[in-house]
Every structure is written in structure tokens, then in C-alpha cells.
């Protein structure tokens, strides 16, 4: 077996796990939050997903798209974009060895980042505060990214 | 080296492997269904995909959208929205040091349930097939995120 | 703590971790190529974010789909299709004790392959170029992907 005390007390990776399954967790909100949204609104995009609400030509007025449930979607793909990038960069990050609190500097930053997007893309608020969230969790993954690279470059 | 022979005795970690694999290998087999599709039925996004057909105002007529493409578009998305999260929290999971056999309960429920999804989805199937396979899937990663920070939250 | 001296002596893993911070980087680049081609197009899909260039009926008429915008985003979901499994299986293979110069090629091939598609996309350049790097990193995945399940199968 690992010795998993080792990587348990690994403070950066703890650290790492945490904020990322929290991250995870709040993007798969987004699907929930999708399918709420074509329920109460009646919009489905697959003919048997309103055969439920009527049959044959009764049941197509329901094949629509509608604004709100386009947002929601691509809040929800602007999540996907974003927190791969920070899941495969922090990983690496995280394990090489970098100081805690640095490391914790920049989970934060990333997880409250994406948190306040969705916020603002969701509400909607007005520009330019869903561009500066996406900006901060951007750079974050560029700076993991930046000090990987400069440290442990292998090619 | 790493002392790889600890790894490969990890036993969750090795069945994480194992699934992650598998489960992405059914995700790689949606883009060539696209492609299968967008070939056979003639069906491009692209000019430069069917100039092949015909030059001109010729090779317009195939640049056009069909519901079957689509759907097999949605699903891939689907997959992606799903098995990201699976990755991220199920890696963490793996090397948390789990019960072994809830491991692998958690890891076959989910790929299993994924693999009834595509089938759900492409067939399709009534629902609510396809919800209760997407259910499955979501709750088996919530039910790991939750004993990842229930354990060992570090933030 | 981990010895990390011992991650950092895997060769086959800080080839992974620098190839795969360099991918994850680029497909970042293509959220600015988008915001880049929106703002220099006035191409917007949120009425928030054209508010800045007028107000009301006279903003509306930013709201629309271009070509070229469409473009980058279905180039930037094609790497996202594509990156997931390459960073999931590629994690896994990277720590399953390979040779190193086999895993530096199927590294250096899959990197180069998804720089070219990204490049034949947005050229765009004829057919098949795109096909072929889609295919050389399609390829690569399933390779690593076959060891990793002929080696260490856990079911």
C-alpha cells in the first residue's frame, strides 16, 4: 500500500483536494441548475424529454430555446473551460512543492473567482464584473502554470 | 524513481485507473460518431469539410445543422460536463485511502451508468431512462466528495 | 511531507506535467482569442456585455452569431474534448512506470498534434490537415490508454 499519512500530510495537495472538490461541486450545480430551468420553463431541446406534456404536434411547442436557459448553459461551459485548465495545472502544482501558503493564496483566489462568475453571470450583473472574475481565476492558472514550468520543465 | 511497485499494490487507486480509463476510451467513441454521422449524412460546420462535395455555392448546401449530429453533440457534452468532475474527485478519492470495495462500487455505478446514458441518449430512450442514468452518475460523484471533505477538508 | 525528490526523479511524470501545463495553456489562449474576435467583431451573445457601445434597441443589434467567432469556440470545445482524456489517461499512464522515451513521444506527438489541429482550424487550412492532427492525437490517447488496460487492468 502508499503510505497515505505521507500524502495526508502533504499540506499543498490537502489543500489542493479540498478546493477542487468544492469547485467540482459547484459546477455540477450548473447541470442541476440547466435542468430546473427547462422544467419550470417548459424549454426542451429532445422530443422525449416533453412527451410527459403532450403527444405529437402538442408536444413540440415545448422544443424551443430560451434565454435563460442558454445563460445558465453557458455559465455552466465557461466553468468547463476554466476549471480543466486549474484541475490538470494545480494538480501538478500543488505536488511540486510549492510554499502552503502561496499555494492557498492561489486556491482561494481561484475558487472565489469562478464562485462570484457564475454570480455574475447567473444575476446578471453588469460588465465589467463577470470579465474581472474570469480575469482573476485566469491569471491564477497562469501563475500555477508559470511556476511549474519555470521550476521543473522537462521536454 | 518513484517506487512504482507502491502505487500499482494501491488497490483503489489501481481500479480508479482502470475506470477513469475506460470511461474516457466511451467518451473518445463520441467524437468518431460525430464524425460518422457529419460523413454519412453529409451534414458539415465548416466550408473546408466538404469541399470535397462540390466547389462553390455547390458545397453550401451542406453546411446545415441535423437533429441526429446534434444529439450525439449533447451527449458528448454531457459526458464531458460529467466525467470531469469524476476525474478530478474521484483521483482525490482514490488516494484518500477509501474501503476498497466502496471504491469499487462507486467506480462501476458510475461508468455503468454513463454507458446507460449514451445508450439512453442515442437511442433514445423514453424517459426517464436517461435522467435516472444521469442521476446515478451524479450522485455516485457527490457521494465521494462528500466523504473527501468530510474526512479531510484542509482549506 | 512527500519526498518529493521522489515525484521529481519520475522522468516519464515531469515530462507529463510539463506537457501537459504547456496544452492546458494553449487551449487557455483560445477563451482570449475568443473575447478578442468578440470585441474587435462586436459580436456578443449577452446584453450586458455590449451595454458599453449603446443602450437599449441600438445595443440589440450587437447581439448576433459570426463565422469567424463560431470558429475559435468550436476549435476551443474540440481541444476540450480531446485535452480531458489526454490529461486523465496521461496521468495515469505517466505514473504506470513506462519507458520514458516511448511516453515522451506519445507526449511530444499528442502536444504537436493538438498545436497543428488548433492552427488548421483557424487558418482554416484545406482538408485533411485537420482531420490528421485530430486522428495523430486520437491515436496517441488510445495507445496510452491500451497500455495502461493491457498492464494493470483492476476491475
Known sequence: MVDLTQVAENEAFMAFASYATIILSKMMFMST??????????VFVNPEDCAHFGKGENAKKYLR????VERVRRAHLNDLENIVPFLGIGLLYSLSGP????????????VGSRIYHTIAYL???PQPNRALA?????????????NLLKNRLYL
Chains 1, 2, 3 share one sequence.
Open 33 to 42: 441548475a440547466t435542468a430546473f430551468q427547462r422544467l419550470t420553463k417548459k
Open 65 to 68: 430555446t430560451d434565454d435563460r
Open 99 to 110: 510554499d502552503v501558503s502561496t499555494a492557498l493564496l492561489h486556491f482561494r483566489l481561484f
Open 123 to 125: 444575476t446578471p450583473l
Open 134 to 146: 474570469f480575469f482573476v481565476g485566469y491569471g491564477v492558472t497562469f501563475s500555477m502554470a508559470y
